[in-house]
């Protein structure tokens, strides 16, 4: 007994300078991080939101860490794409991705593709997040989300809603119908460009979109804003109610983008994007394109971003089940 102790006490002892010198590796090569030009993943078009942040903060980066960080856009299968390539990349910090929160919901829309983004890849940052806008053609007898409410539960099936099919805007259309108690027919368009051109011609009652797209239609009078989607008014329309103080109780929605690693890089390097990432969303210049969009720099730290994707991914999960919702 006494034999088989010393041999464990010595073996544990034996171990402990192993630990230590890999933790220093680490550290050091947070340090040096990054030794060559470092490639962003981009799972989106180019002009795409996703792409325009991811940009901006990539010029930021490669100022600050005197490397060069360069935009690939990897585009296909639903975004797909771009996530095998991070999935599969060494995890050592110089394959990174710049996702949205489409991350969170593809894997209900695909389920045939077997991604869980919680085990796949390591959280950086969330940099920035921004409402949705609920919008009516002007000649809708309903000036805010309470007449709205009213309207639909009185001509259940009546009113129609444009979603841009398997979008963002799809699944916060059928969670709003869900939350709200309501039936409206989800008109699905092939993107959010054509939503808004049969909305503003009145061929389409009611539409999701984002502020920066939406606001110069709303200050024209040829889009009626009813309601913002987050829990708080955005600073762009302070005068806009929440869905949630109108008549939807706990309704809150965003859109978000974050930067994610491959699962298994090491927490120094993560730390230091973290870091950096913070310090470059909330520079004036970016700040402020994002405000235009009714955003907000955010800046959050690895945790919070890996918490988000884990209640995002069953909560979307539950809207696509309960709404029978299918993507072509």
Known sequence: MMRHSVKLLAATLMGVPLI????????????????????VIVPTATGAATDLQ?????????ASLKRSFVIENRTGAGYTAGYDIVSKAAPDGYTL??????????????PDLPLDPSREFAAVSLVAKAPFLLLAHPALPAKSVRELLALAKAQPGVLNMGVANGATTHLVSAMFASMAG????????????????????GQVHLLFANVLAALPYVRANRLRALGISTVERSAVLPDLPTIAASGV??????????????????SALINK??????????????????????????????????????IEVPRWRKVVKESGMRVE
């Open 20 to 39: 230590a010198t890999a933790q220093s590796a680490a550290v050091q090569s947070a340090t040096d991080y990054p030794m060559k030009p470092v490639r």
């Open 54 to 62: 991811a940009r901006l903060l990539a010029q930021k980066l490669s």
């Open 97 to 110: 991705m710049a996702s949205s929160v489409a991350i969170t919901f593809v894997p209900a829309l695909r």
């Open 182 to 201: 309501v039936k409206v027919t989800l008109i699905a368009y092939k993107g959010s460009a054509p939503v808004m051109i049969d909305t503003i011609s």
């Open 249 to 266: 109780p706990g309704f809150d929605v965003s859109t978000w983008h974050g930067w994610l690693a491959p699962a298994g890089t090491p």
């Open 273 to 310: 994007l973290s870091t950096e990432l913070a310090v470059a969303v909330k520079a004036p210049d970016v700040a402020g394109k994002l405000a235009e969009d009714g955003g907000e720099a955010v800046g959050g730290s690895a945790d919070q971003l890996q918490k988000l994707i884990a």
